[in-house]
């Protein structure tokens, strides 16, 4: 996928610079292209880059989204402290809201992030 999204912009991040990548190892993205892009096929808005860190794994394996274990049936070896990740940017503020959001990369966080978390709050949380 290039930088356009399916509105035909520049997919910027929330600096409102261009898009860093996230992640190539492992790779990450909802296109696996290592960068947070979406489109309106990623309902779950996939746009947050953020830094894994055991707390963070714990609890979104509480919530039911288990992103430790390796699932080699779709080419997935699993996450683990250091591992940077596009997370669902809903996820991320509910991590928030309980107190264990990761820390993020603001070049590489989609703008998109922004319809569901603002700068002020990301800022707060920036590596």
Excluded at 12 to 25: A, D, F
Excluded at 77 to 83: E, F
């Amino acid at each position: 996928m290039d930088d356009e999204n399916s509105f035909g912009r520049s997919q910027k991040n929330v600096l409102g610079g261009v898009l860093e990548k996230c992640s190539y190892n492992p790779l990450t993205g909802y296109f696996r292209d290592g960068c947070c892009h979406t489109d309106l096929s990623d309902r779950a808005s996939h746009t947050v880059c953020a830094l894994m860190d055991d707390t963070f794994l714990s609890f979104s394996q509480k919530m039911g989204n288990d992103l430790s274990t390796p699932r080699p049936e779709f080419d997935f070896l699993g996450l683990k402290a250091g591992d940077f990740w596009c997370l669902c940017a809903l996820r991320w503020e509910e991590a928030r809201l309980a107190g264990v959001a990761p820390r993020v990369n603001l070049k590489a966080c989609n703008h998109e992030s922004l319809r569901i978390i603002s700068l002020e709050v990301l800022s707060e949380y920036a590596i």
